[in-house]
């Protein structure tokens, strides 16, 4: 397999972790005014099979202000409509010039299986209910830069954890860190053998909500199930953010979504605007999505170089 890929959290030890949260640190400082070259010359290709909006477009401005040449590889209209395989798509792409493909697909593990087929880097950009690195590296760069030190801290991870490709990347990251988990959504989302040994779990928010010194809200996933519970008014009712529940959050608990967010299901509009009107520094959804733009020219950056650790 190319060495370079970046398929799975599980492809990072912390110090290429670290390097990444470096790197993404230097081209946030510098953003304004910078004319970075690092990708001139080099081709980008972003393929997303399913939808995006924060991932997608965070990676073609990453590509774009490192200088590299972006091609969107629309899938419902490339060759595959004429039965053309993945294998062949991908080994095209090698052909024409590709240095790297960021991709999305809806089916676990299939890019791991063509990674040996092409001597250019994949880039996992969301992969079905499997892995979403670069989610969990701008989630952890954004605790960084927020102050918050990661040994001992303790994320308590609410919602449909069953279809979530994030929680199965910070399952990796965020312990590699020392930091502590505890899983918490309704049985349907959390099956007792989904949860990692020696992670908590519970199927009551309120009574882990006290506990944590970070609240991540992950979004119910309707487009990957029939509806797992009654009504979204009972999800919001148990497992969603409110006001009252604001209330039971240690006074600095940090708040984390990778988005969207179903407003009104996993937060409600009241608890968004007490957070946005007066507890700004806590809610961290938006610093998210624009970090996401650095940690991506981050990972471009090396693994494109060839220069990212193992
Ligand atoms: N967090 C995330 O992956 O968002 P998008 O689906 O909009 O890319």
Same mark, same amino acid.
């Given at each position: ?8 959290i ?42 995006? @909006? ?6 073609? #401005? ?38 790297? #493909? ?19 880097? #994949? ?10 690195? @670069?989610?969990a590296?701008?989630d952890i760069?954004?605790l960084?830069?927020?102050?918050v030190v990661l040994s001992g801290l303790e994320v308590v991870m609410a919602g449909d954890i069953l279809h979530s490709r994030v929680a199965r990347s910070h399952f990796l990251a965020l312990p590699a860190y020392g930091a502590r988990m505890t899983l918490v959504g309704p049985p349907a989302f959390l099956p007792p053998e989904l949860v990692p040994p020696g992670m908590g779990y519970s199927y009551s928010l309120d009574d882990v909500l006290p506990r944590g010194d970070v609240l991540y809200l992950l ?19 148990m497992y969603g953010l409110?006001?009252?529940r604001?209330?039971a959050l240690k006074?600095k608990t940090f708040v984390m979504h990778p988005?969207?967010?179903? #407003?009104?299901?996993e ?27 650095? +940690?991506?020219?981050? +990972? ?11």
């Amino acid at each position: 397999m190319f060495p370079g890929n970046l398929l799975s959290i599980e492809d990072l030890s912390v110090p290429a972790m670290d390097e990444i949260f470096e790197r993404a640190a230097y081209y946030k400082a510098k953003d304004r005014g910078a004319n970075f070259t690092a990708l001139k010359g080099k081709n980008i290709v972003l393929s997303f099979w399913e939808p995006s @909006t924060r991932t997608r477009v965070s990676f073609e #401005l990453a590509a774009r202000k490192l200088g590299g040449n972006v091609i969107d590889l629309r899938p419902d209209q490339n060759s595959e409509k004429k039965g053309e395989s993945l294998e062949d798509t991908v080994r095209t792409l090698g052909s024409l010039g590709a240095n790297a #493909l960021v991709y999305r697909h809806k089916v676990p593990g299939l890019f791991g299986k063509i990674a040996g087929l092409v001597d250019f880097p #994949l880039i996992n950009g969301g992969e079905g209910c499997y892995q979403h690195p @670069t989610q969990a590296l701008l989630d952890i760069f954004t605790l960084k830069e927020a102050g918050v030190v990661l040994s001992g801290l303790e994320v308590v991870m609410a919602g449909d954890i069953l279809h979530s490709r994030v929680a199965r990347s910070h399952f990796l990251a965020l312990p590699a860190y020392g930091a502590r988990m505890t899983l918490v959504g309704p049985p349907a989302f959390l099956p007792p053998e989904l949860v990692p040994p020696g992670m908590g779990y519970s199927y009551s928010l309120d009574d882990v909500l006290p506990r944590g010194d970070v609240l991540y809200l992950l979004r119910v996933q309707t487009e990957r199930h029939r509806r797992l519970f009654s009504s979204s008014a009972e999800y919001a009712a148990m497992y969603g953010l409110n006001e009252k529940r604001l209330a039971a959050l240690k006074e600095k608990t940090f708040v984390m979504h990778p988005g969207p967010v179903n #407003l009104g299901v996993e937060l409600s509009r009241g608890a968004l605007h007490v957070l946005e009107k007066v507890y700004p520094e806590k809610i961290l959804i938006q610093k998210q999505v624009q970090n996401g733009v650095y +940690v991506r020219m981050a +990972v471009l950056d090396l693994v494109i170089s060839g220069r990212m650790m193992a």
